[in-house]
């Protein structure tokens, strides 16, 4: 089941990490949104949306911290969290459950709600953090450059 909930210690210090992987995203003429893989208390691997610099059908962010994290055990996986600016899509959320991570942190729904109710009805804990400086790095990119984030959600919806 999700729930809001306030950011406090690491929670936060994890999710200004991803913040500033969005950011990056941004400056590099992407799409604002950052993910981060903890175990541990320890960041282990981090990502941002990269479709539009790279081209790339895949590249969203918690795929890409996935993919930064590298090969990792199956066991450690199943006791990470993955925080990420922007609800999860089906393809994003699929690898949460290929891969067993327990946990999601989720900076915002607002300007799009992913697949929670697939992840919560699977036994994911999701911890929604309705996050300002998310929510208005969204903003500021629809605004912007509505364009690409209608290229970017098309049919499916996804990030």
Known sequence: ????????????Q????????????????GIPIGSVLVHDGVIIGRGH??????????????????ENAGRLA???LREST??????PCAMCSGAVLLYGIPRVVI??????TGEEALLSSRGVELDILDN???KSLMRTFIEA?????????GQAGNE
Not at 145 to 153: F, R, S, V
Request: negative net charge; charged residues 25%.
């Open 1 to 12: 089941m999700s729930k809001v909930c306030k950011a406090g210690g690491n929670e936060a």
């Open 14 to 29: 994890f999710m200004q990490a991803a913040i500033a992987e969005a950011e990056l995203g941004l400056s590099e003429g």
């Open 49 to 66: 949306n990269r479709r539009v610099q790279q081209g790339s059908a895949v590249l969203h962010a918690e795929m890409d911290a996935l």
């Open 74 to 76: 199956a066991s450690i």
């Open 82 to 87: 993955l925080y990420t600016t922007l609800s």
């Open 107 to 112: 900076g915002e729904h607002v300007t799009f």
């Open 132 to 134: 300002d400086r998310c």
């Open 145 to 153: 450059k509505p364009e690409l984030w209608n290229e970017d959600i």
